[in-house]
């Protein structure tokens, strides 16, 4: 029996090929970001492929060359693939920026009132309240749900969003990628991450335990810098989350994203409603609105079935109500989330809850508020639609 033809390859079929092929930080087509510089298909079949990576070292380069090469041999007629490995000019880089940013060679916060982007910055009154826990679950439930979510880890002195991201091995954080002046973001579960514990420099000992020491100015320009030179793509949701109390950072967040909603996490015993409430209040101060109250460390589930309120009760309930006060809408107690040593032990592993053991109560409440914030349109009231009439 005489073998089937097989089909000619073409340079044109690989280039088709590779367009399924993405950046993992960018997470868009090479072809789309000029990383493509040459595909070539001799009368064999045999396919050579120029690409070229955005710098020297690269730390997605691995993945990249793998994904071209089995792409391009997946491609029809290909008999062999040889694939050659460069990086980007100076100039090049420049053009890639530039596309990235919508022309533009520099960039202003594009998280406006008037962006499709949904901000959430989360806050508390006081530390110990699981704020990053719960903003690092949060995040990764609504990425499990399909959309694009990025986290800013804008708690500067006590940033801990990449450790229970799991970015932090052996003490050292993982860092993003410098394209000239753009930051690519490390991805975790899904979820763009960027944090002050990924600039600190492990050579000089600095590490995921190094303290940051830092007043007002040098503080604002960290926090602007996050927003303006972090490369996030086009995102449904950002959170931020943000430090205790109402000093420095929750100011200017106010100052740099006055459309943002607030989510104010409280525990159940009135000391820490009572200030959960004072961060609510400077939030509306700066021009943001409070969109609920989330109170974690609830009641803890016994073997008898029977619940023990640990931490007291009804902070969360009071919270909400004072929230509410002299306002046009009630702000609504979003969910209490009950005391789980599943959380906490997935917290240290770096193993969100949410993917972990969905089924764990604390997980549910979680999911539960992202499947709220999930289903809540986006508001395109003031804005203007491009719209053509054939």
Known sequence: MADPI????TAEAVRSALTRVLDPEIRKPITELDMVSAVEVDAAGRASVAIKLTIVGCPAADTIERDVRAATAATPGVTDVDVEVSTMSREERAALTAKLRGGKASRGIPFTPDSLTRVYAVTSGKGGVGKSTLTANLAVALAARGLQVGLVDADVYGFSIPG?????????TQQPTRVDDMILPPI???????SIGMFLDPARGQGASTAVAWRGPMLHRTIQQFLTDVYFGDLD??????????GDVAISIGQLLPGADVLVVTTPQPAAADVAVRSGIVARQ???SVYGVVENMAGLTQADGTVLDLFGSGGGAEVA???SEGQDAAVPLLASVPLSVRLRSGGDAGEPIVLADPADPAAAAIIAVAERLAARPRNLSGRRLTLSVE
Do not use: C, N, S
Request: no cysteine.
């Open 286 to 288: 700066t021009g943001q």
């Open 237 to 246: 949701i950002l959170l931020l989350d943000l430090p205790p109390g109402t």
């Open 321 to 323: 109500e004072r929230l």
């Open 6 to 9: 097989r089909p000619a390859a």
């Open 188 to 194: 975790a579960f899904g979820v763009k991450v960027v």
């Open 164 to 172: 229970i991201l799991g970015l932090v091995h052996d003490g050292v």
